[in-house]
Structures are given as C-alpha cells and as structure tokens.
C-alpha cells in the first residue's frame, strides 16, 4: 500500500499567452510543478505521476531526471479524464493524492494535515477546501443541512445562490486508489464545459454509500492557482518572502528582505549579512560570516565562509574563505579562487584557478589562467587568451610580480618569484627570479614644448 501524487499538469495555461506550458514558468527560480513535486515529497509521498498534455516534449526533457512518472492525456477532456490516464500505475489498495501542476504555494505541512485527516477518518475521500473573500472561478462547495459535502459545482454551472458560497475547491484532494477510479467510470461531461469532472465523483461516492470528508484549510493564500501572469508575479512574491523568512530564522540577516531575491535551493550560512538589490540563483550554497551585496547577483556558485562581495557578478564558479570580491567584479565559469584571494574593482577573471593570498587588485582580465600563491597582478593586466580562433593558457607560478599594465600572450608561463616591468608585452617564457621589461627605452628630448609653440605661431 503506497501514497502516491498524481500532478494534473496537461492543460495549455491559455490566459499565460505564452509558447511555454503553463506549469514550466518559473516561480522563485523554478518550474511551478516542481515546487508541487516538492511539497509532495516532503509530505512523505514516495511517488510522483505527471498527467502531461499540453508541451509534454518539453515537460519529459526538461523534467527527466527529477525521479518523476509521466502519463500522457492526449485530449484536454476535463480534471477526471486527466486522473483516469493515471490509473494503470496505480494499485486498488494505494492511496491517491491529486494535485494541480499550478499551485505552487502549497506546503508540504498542508499536504501532510490533509493526509491526516484522511487516514483518521477513514474516508475514502477528502477534498481540501478554504474560505475565499473572493471565490469568483473556483468550484464551490454545496454541503447539505448536516454540514456534509454534497457535491462540488463549478462558477460555470452555478446558479446565483452557489456563486454566494464562499468556500471553495482548493483542487486538492485524498482518494482510495480503487474507489476513485471506479467512481471515474460512472461520471459524465453533462455539464457548461462538457468535461469530465473529477469533482463529479464525490457525489458519486457519496450516493455509493462511501465516506467523503471536507478538510477546511485556514490559509487561503496556499491554494492560489496560477492562470495568468499577474498570479505568477504574486505567487513569486510569496515564495521569495518565505524563503528570506526560512534564512533569517536559521540566522542570515537581509536589511532589506523586500529587494533580496534568492532561488528556493540556495544555501546560506548563518551570521552571513546580505544588503540589498542582491540575487542569489540556482545551485548556489553561500558559508557562514560572509557579507553579500549590495547590488550583487551570484548564479550556480559555492562560496565559502568570511567572503566579502560587493556589486559583483558570479557565474558558476568556486570562491574560498575569506576572500573578497568587488565592487565591480565579474566572475565567470570555471572560475575557482582559494583562500584569502582578492579581486578588486572592474576585474573580470574567466575559467582561472587562483591560489591562496594572490591579489588582482584592479583593472584587469585574467582568463585561462593558473595562478600560484601570493601573486600579485597589477592594474590594467590582460591575458591576451585568445588568437581569434582557439584559447590558450597562462601560467604564473608563486609569489610573481606581475607590472601594471602587462600583456601576457599565452600560452606563456612567468616563473616562481619572477617579476615583469610595467607596461611589457610578454610574449616568452619568464624564468624563475627574473625581471621581464618588454619596452622601449625611454627617450627626453629637452626644449619640446618651446619648440613645439613656436611652430604654432609660424603656423
Ligand atoms: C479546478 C476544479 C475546481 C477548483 C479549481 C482549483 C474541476 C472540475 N474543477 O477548476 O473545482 O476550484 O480547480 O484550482 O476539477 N488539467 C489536466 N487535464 C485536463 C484539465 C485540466 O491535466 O483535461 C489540469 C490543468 O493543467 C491544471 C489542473 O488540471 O493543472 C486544473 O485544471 P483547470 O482547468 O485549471 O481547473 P479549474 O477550472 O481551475
Ligand atoms: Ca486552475
């Protein structure tokens, strides 16, 4: 006997106006029905089937290695068309939780409480209903003189006196596996939409003499569907709200939480401050102690604990302990720096390992390149990685000096301890403990400027 989720994700998500299936825009840096499939499996449900119509190419690819079931609904023929696709993968004796791809803001605690009530009741069904200051679209819950459901009716088919009723079908319902799919076969799609509606098999249930129960939750904002952009914007709200909420209890601190934007699977560490206009993406885990912003966005990176960043931006790189980045920094993919590293102001570095201790103050693009301890790179060095057609490596070993304003055209390597003049262009190998100066001499020619005007004034 196994709890399983059934997703109804198949509808097109025709008021999205978009190319993409409803259920794939992205809340809080992910696809809706994940947050669904992670609700699910929080509340303990071991399995995940997906009813797919609408995209489904693009839900299969992009969802396949989420440990997620497929069935395909060919035909958007209504709610309970959708569950019957499920049932060859589901045995009589399981239990069948049915969610909407579209109702990103339920929490696993939700899920849980309404399988509660389900088991200790013993029913064989248990829908999920709240109260709705507004309920207009929703289906609405028609209980008889004894306070039990009766049946649900959809805004559609609903006379006056049903739109009054202001609780609603959350969409979310608790079904014995075998009950459910035999009440499916008796419904039909007599109804505004001509759909066959899942809601349809309660009073089917009920007139079979089976036991349905009504679970009424306090907190409507969890069982917002999303139809349209607008409720896109708001559910993103909510989760990014909660996720801030979930990092300062476990003790990050955000001065600003309302302009702090962070992905659902991002780690912080705690007495980690983050200053405002900061967005942290993706699979990106931050330490402990570290200080983050303002206006920094950090994508699919791990950073350690004692980082400073400021007005920087990172991509899929590796920052070490105690270093410190910004403000104004770019750092790219491949990009790791160990311990105690600084990248200063209008530095980009790209696919470039950097060892403990070494500083790139200033001005300077670092690409392709391993870099040993303690060196330090000077304002305004380029690595001239590039020909036009393939890129190549610089190497510079520990404790170098690198001149300001040096080019290094790689492949090259400059040696242990070795120093380049401001100003060269290195184009060969700098041996350990050696100066590299790569200009011309100077030259002063005395009286110029007297020269110079008098020409002027001949002129
Ligand atoms: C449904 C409920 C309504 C409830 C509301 C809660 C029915 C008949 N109505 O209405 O009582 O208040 O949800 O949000 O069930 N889907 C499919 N295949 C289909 C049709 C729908 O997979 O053939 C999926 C959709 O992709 C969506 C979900 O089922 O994820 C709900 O469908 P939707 O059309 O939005 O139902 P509502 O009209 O909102
Ligand atoms: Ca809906």
Redesign the pocket.
């Known amino acids: 006997m196994a709890e399983i989720a059934v ?7 025709v008021r999205m106006k978009s190319n993409l299936p ?2 794939m825009h992205k809340v809080a840096g992910q696809p809706m ?1 994940l947050h669904v499939v992670t609700a699910a499996r929080r509340a303990g449900l071991n399995r995940a089937v997906l ?4 995209g489904r190419e693009q839900l299969e690819n992009e969802l396949a290695d989420r440990g997620l079931e497929f069935v395909v ?1 060919d ?8 569950l019957m696709q499920a049932e060859r993968l589901i045995a009589p004796s399981d239990t069948v939780m049915v969610l ?4 990103p803001l339920l929490r696993a605690e939700t899920l849980q409480a309404l399988l509660e009530h389900h088991r200790g009741q013993g029913a064989t069904a248990t829908v999920l209903s709240t109260r709705l200051s507004d309920p207009t ?4 819950i028609v209980r008889d003189r004894e306070g039990r459901l009766e049946r ?5 088919d609903a006379p006056p006196e049903i739109k009054a009723i202001d609780e ?5 319902y608790c079904f014995q596996g075998q009950a459910v799919f035999e009440a499916l076969k008796e419904i039909k799609p007599d ?1 505004a ?1 001509g ?6 098999v309660l009073p089917v249930m009920i007139k079979n003499g089976l036991q349905v129960e009504v679970f009424l939750h306090s907190d409507a904002e969890e ?3 999303i ?1 349209d952009r607008i409720q896109l914007a708001y559910a993103e709200k909510v989760l990014r709200r909660r996720k801030n909420q979930e990092l300062m209890r476990n003790g990050v601190s955000m001065m600003d939480p309302d302009s702090t934007f962070i992905d659902m699977q991002v780690e912080v560490g705690p007495d980690t401050l983050i200053y405002p206009f900061t967005f942290i993406e993706g699979n990106t885990r931050i330490g402990s102690n570290c200080v983050i912003g303002p206006g920094t966005h950090i994508i699919d990176s791990v950073i350690g604990d004692g980082v400073r960043i400021e007005r920087s931006k990172l991509l899929e790189c590796e920052i070490g302990e105690g270093c410190n980045i910004g403000p104004f920094g770019y750092i790219r993919p491949g990009t790791v720096l160990k311990r105690g590293v600084k990248v200063g102001d209008f530095v980009e570095i790209k696919k470039s390992v950097i060892d403990e201790g070494s500083k790139v103050p200033h001005l300077a693009y670092v690409g392709d390149a391993q870099v040993g301890k303690r060196v330090n790179i000077g304002a305004g060095t380029i690595t001239c990685n590039y020909d036009g057609k393939n890129k190549y490596v610089t190497v510079i070993e520990d404790d170098a000096f690198i001149g300001s304003n040096t080019n290094l055209v790689a492949p090259v390597k400059i040696g242990r301890g070795a120093t380049t003049g401001a100003g060269s262009t290195i184009t060969k190998e700098v041996p350990a403990e050696t100066l590299a100066v790569e200009r011309a001499r100077q030259k002063n020619i005395g009286g110029w400027a007297k020269r110079k005007n008098q020409a002027h004034d001949e002129g």
């Open positions: 997703i109804l994700a198949a509808g097109k998500g409803k259920v029905v009813v797919v119509g609408h609904q035909e958007q023929l209504g709610t309970g068309h959708a909407c791809g579209d109702t679209g929703y289906g609405r649900i009716v959809e805004e559609k609603i079908n959350s969409g979310l109804n939409q759909e066959y509606y899942l809601t349809d069982v917002h569907g139809n």
